[in-house]
């Protein structure tokens, strides 16, 4: 596996198993994924599944310095206790004494609060503080655009070592993206399939067909190809060893540029400067 070297000196594998929607079946899944291959499990608090996922790793007997583990600050713990409260619980259920990776998931918005900036501050600091401690490993963000970005930079004694956000053919963000790549932000890409919907997409299927390859594994080549760490999902557990194990295979200029004007079939419609939850 690949591994990609962060702006604190750490690294994470160029490929994770993403879990978002992942709630029934969760210990079967990642039990799966993990006897495929996977070192790097992406989850949430939010996404409900961390006790299976801590379940699961703890059956596996893979030793935890083997594993890079994720997971995410939900929005109703943004202050410094929630934040705490939250790594607490997190910890607990993945059965785990710290993260490699912990994140904000979604960023206060101004549509939201006028005082984002400050909200987004404080969980950050509290973030910060888990860092310094050895509790987090790494930290960074999810969902955050440009305004955020800038508006967070401008008080993190620690820059993010991550934007996790939504990428994919058809949606590549790319204000966002070479802003966080200027900053030495590396990007993580949640759903680089458009969640399924870009399967059905005519235009690259027929660019998948070129390579010999599926609709899938275009999509993660595209990501990887963008120099993102790419989180893919699968339940089905022929598609979680091959979104792992393919043979790379280099896109064309020209078909990377289709890909990324693609009609945007893909994207879940989720703004995070406009988002109300």
């Known amino acids: 596996m690949k591994q990609v070297i962060l702006n604190n000196g750490t690294d994470i594998p160029e490929i994770g198993f993403g879990t978002w ?4 079946s969760v210990q079967k899944t990642v039990k799966t994924a993990l006897e495929a291959g996977y070192t790097h499990i992406d989850t949430a608090d939010i996404y409900g599944n961390e006790a299976e996922i801590g379940e ?14 994720t997971t995410k600050i939900w929005n109703s713990n943004r202050t410094a206790a929630g934040v705490k409260h939250s790594v607490e619980q997190s910890l607990r259920k993945l059965k785990t004494d710290y993260l490699d990776l912990l994140l ?22 509290a973030m910060e503080e ?28 620690v820059i993010p070592a991550v934007n996790q956000i939504e990428f994919h053919p058809g949606y590549t963000q790319e204000e966002t993206v070479n802003y966080s790549k200027e900053k030495g932000i590396v990007i993580e890409a949640w759903s680089p399939i458009g969640s399924g919907r870009l399967l059905k997409d005519e ?9 010999g390859v599926s609709p899938a594994i275009l999509c993660i080549q595209f990501c990887l190809q963008c120099g993102t760490v790419v989180l893919p999902k699968s339940e089905n557990p022929e ?34 400067e406009t988002v109300d939850f």
Not at 203 to 211: E, M, S, T, V
């Open 104 to 125: 904000i998931h979604w960023p206060a918005n101004a549509k939201q609060f006028e005082n984002w900036k400050e909200i987004n501050a404080e969980t950050w600091k």
């Open 203 to 211: 235009d690259l299927k027929a660019i998948a067909d070129n390579y």
């Open 21 to 24: 929607q992942t709630t029934e």
């Open 56 to 69: 699961a790793i703890e059956q596996s007997g893979i030793d935890r310095k083997n594993l890079y583990l």
């Open 239 to 272: 598609n979680i060893k091959n979104n792992l194990h393919f043979e790379r295979f280099k896109i064309s200029e020209t078909d990377m540029k289709a890909l990324k004007t693609l009609e945007e079939t893909g994207f879940s419609g989720l703004n995070p």
């Open 130 to 157: 888990l860092n310094k401690s050895g509790v987090v490993k790494t930290i960074g963000v999810s969902n955050f655009m440009l305004p955020q970005l800038k508006a967070l930079l401008e008080t993190a004694e």
